[in-house]
């Protein structure tokens, strides 16, 4: 029994040196969060100044803390997405990354956005590409489940 209870209180008295060790090594430094939180402020703003569509897409895939009042006035990344997207409807590449920032899933919580002029676009330009087609049926299996895939095939032959 005493080397139970000595194992036990050897341990516990470990345990208990090591629990600040621990804690200190798992906080995250402010400092740090703020740099980085400035770093995406910093990329956003320079993508999106582009006068390339392509380069501007990509800001749209910038991550931003919208709780963070610094970035309340800064465009949201739909907003950046949908003005590369008008702003190249014949690109591929803005219409395929406009394309892929889409939700293709429906939720309770809230409005799904579902990409379809891009998805239009995309399939349109790249209507030979069986990669560009997993957006087309995503969006069309959302309207008729049941006949998504059939109609996209059918409208693919009626253009060839």
């Known amino acids: 029994m005493r080397k139970h209870v000595l194992g036990s209180t050897l341990t516990l008295a470990l345990a208990a040196t090591a ?3 621990v804690a200190t090594a798992t906080m995250v430094d402010e400092a740090d969060v703020a740099a980085y939180r ?12 582009d006068g ?3 380069v501007q897409v990509l800001a749209g895939r910038i991550w931003l803390d919208n709780d963070n009042p610094a970035n309340r006035l800064l465009p949201k990344p739909q907003e950046i ?3 590369a997207v008008r702003l190249a409807p014949d690109d591929a590449f803005v219409q395929w990354a406009a394309a892929d920032q889409g939700s293709y899933t429906s939720s309770p919580c809230g409005p799904t956005t579902w990409p379809e002029a891009e998805v239009a676009n995309l399939a349109r330009l790249e209507a030979d590409n069986a990669g560009a087609w997993q957006y087309a049926v995503a969006t069309l299996q959302r309207l008729e489940p049941a006949n998504a895939a059939v109609r996209l095939l059918a409208q693919s032959r009626a253009r060839h």
């Open 81 to 83: 997405v949908a003005r």
């Open 19 to 21: 629990l600040p060790a």
């Open 38 to 49: 400035q770093q995406q402020r910093d990329k956003l703003e320079i993508l999106r100044s």
């Open 52 to 54: 390339s569509p392509r």
